[in-house]
């Protein structure tokens, strides 16, 4: 089977997946399942349903950019931003929630959207358990809850020591078989503590990276973030990541060395977000890439058709 796994969730998988997608349709994302917040919050509270947000943008990144899924593309986009029950809420996620219903199956409803949008490739959920992420801070108290540790109430100072989800979650056998069977493994980039780790915490899926003979490549963060990787270096995201896969787990390390504007950059200072410092002599165990990652707009991202050309090359 082959091909290439991406595994994250967020904004950092819809990235990559968006450039790879113009070079083959042999992809895979496997989606992290623990969002507790926003439009995808509400559907999981109110109906117990798997949180959508992080597959509906996968869904959209693999989607073909032609006249034909346009307007599919457009509705899966479209956020509510009136009405009492209505705003907040992505229509994307209210169609997934829908199908969930309809078909009483989160993955058979992840496909038949793929279905109707064309995929060039698949998505799938890291596991169909409905568990919650929590994390254990440095003084002891368990935060619970993706969103609350992503936007904390609690003092941003304070280091995670440890996460684990509750209940505990199995991984979804497709999503085992796809990162076995993978050439590459793309790790990230996206939130070490929010989108990427809690991955790993689903039984069977270190095992199933461990066990793979793909090429794996780790895509660190462009920016520390406030509250969650506050200070850390490039090496520091790698040795949390091998806490999970295991010493020298991760083949190619790629890392971004353009800082963007500086009155960009000052936008993030004021928010305590720093671009992240490669230590290369930290860094020895891994084949590093380090380069201009940045797509040059108002937010600092990495730009997607770099990345893919970079991995693709490999």
Do not use: W
């Not at 304070?158 to 050439?183: G, R, S, W």
């Not at 039984?203 to 990276?209: S, V």
Request: charged share 25%; proline share 4%; net charge negative.
């Amino acid at each position: 089977m082959g091909g290439i796994v991406v595994i994250g969730g967020g904004t950092g998988s819809f990235t990559v997946l968006k450039g790879l997608k113009r070079y083959t349709n042999n992809l895979t994302a496997v989606v992290s399942m623990f969002d507790s917040g926003g439009s995808t919050g509400i559907l999981r509270d109110e109906l117990g349903h798997l949180p959508p947000g992080d597959v509906r943008r996968c869904i959209l990144a693999l989607a073909p950019e032609d006249t034909h899924t346009d307007v599919l593309r457009d509705l899966m986009s479209f956020r509510f931003e009136n009405g009492k029950g209505l705003s907040g809420h992505s229509l994307g996620n209210l169609l997934l929630t829908a199908l969930k219903e309809i078909t009483k199956d989160e993955v058979l409803a992840i496909e038949r959207l793929s279905q109707l949008l064309g995929l060039k490739g698949r998505v799938l959920p890291v596991t169909i358990d409905n568990s919650h992420l929590c994390a254990v801070m440095e003084n002891g108290t368990i935060v619970r809850g993706e969103t609350n540790i992503d936007i904390p109430d609690h003092d941003p100072n304070l280091k995670i020591t440890k996460l684990f989800v509750d209940p505990p979650a199995h991984a979804l056998i497709d999503a085992i078989d796809a990162l076995k069977n993978a050439d590459k493994i793309v790790i990230g980039p996206g939130d070490l503590y929010t989108s990427i780790i809690p991955n790993f915490l689903v039984k069977g899926i270190p095992e199933a990276i461990k066990e793979s003979k793909a090429k794996k490549i780790y895509i660190c963060n462009v920016m520390t973030k406030y509250g969650e990787t506050n200070d850390y270096k490039a090496s520091t995201f790698l040795k949390e990541i091998e806490k999970y896969l295991g010493e020298k787990s991760v083949d190619v390390m790629i890392c971004n060395t353009e800082l963007g504007e500086e009155t960009l950059l000052k936008k993030y200072s004021e928010e305590k977000a720093y671009p992240v410092e490669i230590d290369v002599e930290n860094l020895s165990h891994v084949q590093l890439i380090a380069d201009d990652f940045l797509n040059k707009a108002e937010i600092i991202r990495h730009d997607s058709m770099k990345l893919a050309k970079t991995i693709m090359n490999l």
